[in-house]
């Protein structure tokens, strides 16, 4: 056995057999606390918890020290030890769904780390220390209610993902234009009105800012790979390139565009019936 998917089976595990654990996946199950034997378990590398009434995660997780993934989305979790720092060679922690308020110290100082998820929690703040993540690869802080992105974002330079969706940003820094291995950046669902020019140099970004408040366009944002900018409020697109021939906008609601002479087709989508078009 190598694998435990029940508890009634991790109750009747013998102690002879627990270095041969290296599996324990005891999602749905109800469980209020993180059953105490699971600690005695030292070999295990993956743990998942999911989808269960789990509130505390308790200083015993330190023992753990071969774990590698911890799945604990969809509980009640509102405190997890800073011991969970003590994990060296943790790679995925999955906390989504819960009823975080902080990215506590503990999770800060997890250095191994290459893909944390806490979408979903209620996190109002991204703490500037998260910068220790520094082997992090993929970040998602969704569907919190976060207002602000430190400048200390732009050092987690081996990001290749960043999700902040539905939060309530409105402001991008400019330190995020150094994450230069960054392939995906969804900020969709905030309150954001600029684009710093810093990140334009992420020519192959695929960026998602639809739903926000952007009232000005470079056309720099043509250097980056794929744009999605539908439902923003623009007032003007400066400075498109002349030789610029086809342009689709979706759901604009201001009533003037100025726009390239040589332009050959545009689409406007979902858009106000009072909409004036005025050719550069």
Known sequence: MSIIYLDSELRRLKEKDYKKIYKVLLNELQL?????MI??????????????????????IENLQNL?????SNNKICEISDKISSL??????HILNNGLETINYGIINI?????LNVMGNDILIIPPNIKSLINLKELVLSFNSISDIPETIGELLNLEKLFLHNNKINKIPR??????KLKKLSLNNNFIENIPDTLYNLINLELHLEYNRLHHLSKKILNIKKSHIASNSYYNLDDLPNDLEYLQIDELDVPLLNLPCN??????????????????
């Open 32 to 36: 209020i606390d993180i059953p105490q």
């Open 39 to 60: 600690f005695n378990l030292s070999n295990i590398t993956t743990l998942c918890l999911a989808s269960n009434q789990i509130k505390y995660i308790p200083d015993s």
């Open 68 to 72: 590698e993934y911890l799945y604990l």
């Open 88 to 93: 060296k060679k943790l790679k995925i922690l």
């Open 111 to 115: 250095l191994s780390l290459k893909e």
């Open 175 to 180: 330190s995020i234009g150094k994450l230069t």
């Open 263 to 280: 332009l050959k087709e545009i689409r406007l989508y979902y858009n106000a019936p009072h909409i004036r078009i005025k050719s550069s």
